[in-house]
């Protein structure tokens, strides 16, 4: 269906906009299905957190993972589906662990931090092997920017559920990008394909 | 009218810039890169 639509609106603009070529009619397809994508996922978590009651803390993952995630990489769901479960079990895991666990000792949380910059510094980036990215340095760069700022956030506040969340949206992002580096690049296969012919 | 659809595609062509700068977006999955533009 995200394919249909995003197709739908790609020839609606190759028929009205003479200046596309046919390499910009593919970027442009391709971005649609990925903002499509990516709004029906993000509404199927807001509503599901708006009836668990949870909203801020999934807004601070949503921003912790999208201010790490675009830049150090991580792993791909291989259907739409398995992506949407996988997402949901993200945020579900990051919001209760971030209420119910207490806090930790600092000097875990120090070790914790410098065991990540070490592994950001090492593996990141980690594209996506079917879309390779050629500005490695930059998200190198920037993932460690990203990674200093959330670690001064969590040792300046002293509210346990935000730390919490830094700490476990950080740990899943490390953990990702060591699986990542012991298997070698996951990719997807055709997902909107396989969700949407399944279902339909 | 005209003038919209010529923004419209001019957003979604940067847009696509910064998805293919990244590492991957957002969350856990994305639609295939098409074969055509890693030529």
Not at chain 1, 125 to 142: A, D, G
Not at chain 1, 188 to 195: C, E, G, L
Request: positive net charge; proline residues 4%.
């Amino acid at each position: 269906m995200i394919e249909s639509v995003s197709s739908f609106i790609t020839d609606y603009l190759s028929k009205n906009n003479s200046s596309l070529n046919e390499t910009d009619l593919l970027k442009i397809n391709y971005t649609l299905q990925v903002i499509l994508g990516s709004l029906t996922k993000l509404a199927i978590i807001f509503f599901i957190f708006l009836y668990l009651n949870q909203l801020p803390l999934f807004f601070l993952s949503f921003v912790i993972l999208n201010s790490t995630r675009p830049l150090a990489g991580g792993l791909h769901c291989e259907t739409f589906m398995s992506c949407l479960i996988v997402s949901i079990i993200y945020f579900i895991s990051v919001t209760l662990f971030s209420t119910l666990s207490p806090k930790f000792n600092i000097y875990f949380y120090i070790i914790f931090f410098i065991i990540s910059f070490i592994i950001i510094l090492r593996y990141a980036p980690c594209p996506n092997e079917k879309r390779p990215i050629k500005n490695k340095e930059k998200l190198k760069v920037l993932s460690l920017i990203s990674l200093a700022f959330w670690t001064m956030l969590f040792f300046k506040l002293p509210n346990i559920q935000i730390c919490n969340c830094i700490f476990i949206s950080i740990f899943f992002q490390i953990i990702q990008l060591i699986i990542f580096n012991m298997k070698g690049v996951v990719f997807n296969a055709k997902i909107y394909k396989h969700f949407f012919s399944s279902i339909t | 009218m005209q003038k919209s659809i010529n923004i419209f595609s001019a957003v979604l062509l940067k847009l696509f810039g910064l998805v293919s700068s990244s590492s991957c977006y957002g969350e856990f999955g994305e639609p295939d890169y098409p074969k055509e533009l890693l030529k």
